[in-house]
C-alpha cells in the first residue's frame, strides 16, 4: 500500500514537472511563472489580471483592463513582501469615476494638452475636454479606460497588450497601433516597453501613472519617502498645469531634487503639492537613470531608468481620503507619488519642446524601467 501511494507521488511530481517545464523559464533553477486570474467582466469583454513572479518571489499583477498595474510585491529589508502600489480590490473600483488613473497604461498622450487643440499641416484638431477646459491623459475616454489585447510573452517573464485607437478617437488623427510590454525581470526589474504606429501624423505620449507608497501599505503618506530627480530645470505651468514655456532653474528652490531629499521637506512651499515635469539631465537616447526613491523604514529603494526626455513627479497631491483601496484601505493627500516617463505636457504646441509628432512610417518607441531593491 505504502509503495503504491509513493509510486503515485513520484508520478504526480514528475507530471507537475513536466507541465511545469512548459510554462516555465527557469533561472539558475528557479522559476518564472504567469498565472491568470478572472478580474470580471466589462460589457463583452472578460478582464483577467495576470500575475508574473519572478525567482525571488517578487510579482507585478497586471489587468487587460487599461493596461492597469494593480500590484507590485517587493521585498523589504527583512525580506518581507508588500504591495508598493495602490489600487482597487476589483474591477468596479477602477471603473468608477473618481479613479484617479491607479497603474494605468496613460495616452495617447499623457498629461495635458491646452485646451485639447493642436494644428498639424495646417489643420487644427479638437480633442474631448476632461481637465478644466483642457484635455488630460488622452482625453475622456483614454487608452486607461479600453481593453487591451493580452499575451503572455516566451518565457513567461512578460505580457504583451496591444490595442488600436481609431482615426478620430478621442479627436486624435491616425488609427494607432499601440503595443506595451510589460516585463518582471530576474533583477527584480519592472520593464515596461513602449510601440506605437500610426497612418497619420498624430501627437504620441505614452505613460505608466502606478501611485508608489514604497513602505508597502505601512505609512500613510509618502511625505518622509526620499525622491531624487536628475533634472536641472522644470517646465513652469499656469494655474491649470499647462506650460507657459519657460523652464526655470531648480536650484534653490523647492523643485531641487538633485540631491535626494524626503518629499515632504519642501512641499509646503509649493501650491498643492509637487505635479510638475522636470526636464531631465540626459547624456543621450539611451536608457539612463534619471530618478530615486528610498523608504528608510522599511529600507525599500526604487530607481527609475527611462528614455524619455521627461518626469512628472506628482504626489497625490488630489487624493482625498474618500476612495476605498485595497484591503479596505482609504487613500489620504499625498499616499503616493507617481514617477510617470513622458515627453512634456503640451509637446504639440511648444515649438520648443521634444518632438511629439508620430508620422506614417516611423516607430514611437520607448522604455522605462522601475528597478527595487533594498538598502
Ligand atoms: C497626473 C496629473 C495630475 C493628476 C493626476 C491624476 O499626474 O499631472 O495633475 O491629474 O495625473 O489625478
Known amino acids: 500500500m505504502k509503495k503504491q ?9 514528475l507530471f507537475t514537472a513536466a507541465c511545469n517545464s512548459n510554462k516555465t523559464n527557469e533561472v539558475s533553477g528557479m522559476k518564472f511563472t504567469i498565472t491568470e486570474k478572472s478580474f470580471g467582466v466589462l460589457g463583452s469583454d472578460a478582464i483577467t489580471q495576470y500575475t508574473i513572479t519572478n525567482p525571488s518571489g517578487m510579482q507585478v499583477s497586471i489587468l487587460n483592463y487599461g493596461g492597469t498595474v494593480t500590484n507590485i ?9 508588500g504591495d508598493v502600489v495602490l489600487g482597487f480590490d476589483s474591477l468596479s473600483g477602477y471603473l468608477q469615476k473618481g479613479n484617479p488613473y491607479f497603474g494605468c497604461l496613460v495616452g495617447r ?19 474631448t475636454l476632461n481637465d478644466h477646459g483642457n484635455t488630460l491623459h488622452g482625453g475622456l475616454r483614454g487608452l486607461d479606460k479600453v481593453v487591451w ?14 490595442y488600436t485607437s481609431p482615426d478620430g478617437d478621442q479627436g486624435f488623427p491616425g488609427n494607432l497601433s499601440v503595443q506595451v510590454t510589460y516585463t518582471l525581470t530576474s533583477a527584480n526589474e519592472l520593464q515596461i516597453h513602449y510601440k506605437a504606429t500610426t497612418d497619420k501624423t498624430t501627437p504620441v505620449n505614452l505613460t505608466n501613472h502606478c501611485y508608489f507608497n514604497l513602505s508597502g501599505g505601512n505609512d500613510s503618506t509618502i ?12 517646465t513652469e505651468v499656469d494655474s ?86 485595497k484591503n479596505g484601505k482609504t487613500y ?7 514617477m510617470e516617463t513622458q515627453h512634456f505636457p503640451d ?21 522605462t524601467v522601475y528597478r527595487f531593491s533594498v538598502k
Request: proline share 5%.
Open 5 to 13: 501511494v509513493n509510486l503515485l507521488l513520484l508520478a504526480t511530481v
Open 347 to 367: 509637446g504639440p504646441n511648444q515649438p520648443s519642446f521634444p518632438n511629439t509628432l508620430l508620422k506614417p512610417g516611423e516607430t514611437y518607441e520607448s522604455k
Open 109 to 127: 498622450y499623457g498629461n495635458r494638452i491646452g485646451k485639447g487643440q493642436f494644428t498639424i499641416d495646417g489643420k487644427q484638431y479638437q480633442l
Open 223 to 234: 511625505l518622509a519617502q526620499e525622491v531624487m530627480i536628475a533634472a536641472d530645470k522644470f
Open 332 to 338: 489620504v493627500q499625498h499616499a503616493a507619488f507617481c
Open 240 to 325: 491649470l498645469l499647462i506650460p507657459t514655456g519657460k523652464l526655470p532653474d531648480v536650484k534653490g528652490t523647492p523643485m531641487d531634487f538633485t540631491s535626494a531629499k524626503a518629499i515632504g521637506k519642501d512641499i509646503a512651499a509649493v501650491k498643492g503639492g509637487y505635479d510638475h515635469n522636470w526636464v531631465l539631465n540626459r547624456k543621450g537616447n539611451d536608457l539612463e537613470k534619471i530618478a530615486s526613491a528610498y523608504d528608510k523604514t522599511s529600507g525599500r529603494l526604487m530607481e527609475v531608468f527611462t528614455t524619455e526626455p521627461g518626469l512628472q513627479f506628482y504626489t497625490g497631491n488630489f487624493l482625498d481620503g474618500t476612495l476605498h483601496g
Open 149 to 162: 489585447k493580452a499575451a503572455k510573452e516566451m518565457g513567461d517573464s512578460s505580457i504583451r497588450l496591444t
Open 73 to 81: 510585491l517587493t521585498p523589504d529589508k527583512n525580506n518581507q513582501m
